[in-house]
């Protein structure tokens, strides 16, 4: 599905065009105008090098010349051979740096090697669209531009051990715009970036990934903003996937406002996800914004997800309005403001939905609003009241799922526990279960009746097991 959004007519010759005005931009402030030096597979980058008097070739400063390292990123990129290895020393660089080939930038750690892009332009932008590029180890700080204000991407991008913090997109992307490209996020934090709105654009806070292929993997995405769509992470016309990682306290807070986790119009599967305290609150009384922890609008799967705690005028947990598969997910406790007060607190959905050893309860108003045809149950899903309209002989309306408040309970990501006495326990269809819950801990007899069965939504209850949070072990 295409969605409709304001800067639909940027097109792929547009963006390639911004790209090469980009690159000989960055071509001509310094680049190509560096003191020649010897191509090498590895080359150091230091804050104490040299780019003119330095080979490159060594990690020493500039007093050992010319048996040094250079002083800017850009100047290891340029002398590195294609598919060579950039080495950075702890420090900070303020600078801008441009790639057009395959290569490795590997810093000393994500708290030591800090490239800040001075407020003026992004921090990484990958340009060409063959090259293979590795970036890790560094924080991305302070970038501002149109679009991904800390990284750009149109290549083939592994970003790993990084953190992206307080850059900007004035038109949208605030941390990381991923368009044409391939990029895969891991153990990264995205943290407090803006997507600003110029003629009503300002998606995705944290990442936007256009017509790109998006994968986030043992990740935390929070406190990004968007004015308008996807506070955390906005996808359109690609591909997402999602898994291991956590979305929490981003806001989608202006005209358009919708998913204030996650706005997805790709094709998207989430794994092991915990959607948490987001916001999708529109601008105007007089409208609404929708989908608090995340909006859909295309295809999409959640299997052990919890979302919670979210707020938003319709939908506060979920909005959808293409075909969804919820799978051994706890949907709970999302919230509504004061503008909507018919509407569902939970779910809400204009499309089919498949729901399967899922738990819905505590959320404000109403947990769902479905019409009756649209909602598919599997059976084996639990709610506190009768709005989701699970209607399969194993499914359990109007009870009480006992559940402990949303907490660090072991895993890369929060969870809402089970009290022993809950009914959630055992009682999932264990065909149909992942073989670990959202936390990754494996199935077992909850109940000790002496039969293994999976519990009901995204927690596993392990009556034997007494988690320390790590303040306390």
């Known amino acids: 599905m295409v969605i409709m959004r304001s800067h639909k007519w940027i097109t792929r010759g547009l963006l390639a065009s911004l790209a090469l005005l980009g690159l000989a931009a960055w071509l001509w402030l310094g680049v190509g105008a560096a003191s020649p030096a010897p191509a090498a597979a590895l080359v150091y980058v230091r804050t104490d090098g040299d780019d003119t008097v330095c080979t490159g070739l060594y990690d020493k400063p500039a007093s050992s010349a010319p048996n040094c390292a250079f002083k800017t990123f850009w100047q290891g990129v340029y002398s590195v051979d294609s598919g060579g290895v950039v080495v950075a020393a702890a420090g900070v660089y303020t600078e801008s740096v441009g790639i057009n080939k395959s290569l490795t930038l590997q810093g000393a750690g994500a708290g030591q090697t800090i490239i800040d892009g001075n407020g003026t332009s992004s921090g990484i932008s990958v340009y060409a669209s063959d ?226 050893n899922s738990l819905v309860a505590g959320n404000d108003n109403q947990n769902c609003y479905i019409e009756a045809h649209l909602m598919r149950s599997n059976g084996h899903n639990l709610e506190d009241s009768d709005s989701c309209v699970f209607s399969a002989a194993s499914d359990i309306v109007n009870t009480n799922p006992r559940l402990s408040p949303l907490a660090d309970n072991g895993g890369e990501t929060w969870t809402h526990a089970l009290g022993p006495a809950s009914p959630a326990v055992d009682a999932g269809n264990d065909a149909a279960c992942p073989p670990t819950d959202q936390r990754g801990k494996a199935r077992i007899d909850g109940n000790k009746d002496g039969v293994v069965r999976c519990d009901i939504g995204a927690y596993e209850l392990d009556p034997f097991f007494v988690y320390l949070p790590l303040v306390l072990r």
Request: glycine fraction near 16%; aromatic fraction near 4%.
């Open 131 to 356: 090259a293979r590029v590795t970036v890790s180890d560094v924080t991305i700080r302070n970038g501002s531009a149109s679009w991904g204000g800390g990284l750009y991407n149109m290549g083939t991008l592994t970003l790993a051990h990084s953190i992206i913090v307080s850059n900007t997109g004035t038109a949208g992307a605030g941390g990381i715009f991923n368009t044409n490209g391939a990029l895969f996020v891991s153990d990264c934090a995205i943290l407090n970036n803006t997507a600003q709105n110029v003629g009503n654009v300002g998606a995705g806070g944290g990442i936007e990934n256009y017509y790109g292929v998006l994968t986030v993997a043992d990740s935390i995405v929070s406190g990004n903003i968007a004015v308008a769509s996807g506070g955390g992470i906005m996808s359109s016309n690609g591909a997402l996937a999602i898994r291991n990682s956590v979305i929490s306290n981003n806001r989608a807070n202006g005209q358009s406002a919708a998913g204030g986790g996650l706005f997805s119009a790709s094709p998207a599967a989430l794994t092991n996800v915990a959607i948490i305290n987001n916001s999708a609150v529109y601008t105007d009384a007089a409208k609404h914004g929708y989908g608090g922890g995340l909006h859909s609008q295309d295809p999409m799967t959640m299997t052990n997800v919890t979302v919670s705690g979210n707020t938003s005028d319709w939908g506060g947990g979920v909005s959808n309005s293409d075909s969804m598969v919820i799978l051994n997910s706890t949907i709970a406790n999302n919230k509504l403001t004061a503008l909507s007060p018919g509407r569902p607190g939970g779910i809400q959905s204009y499309a089919a939905m498949t729901v399967t």
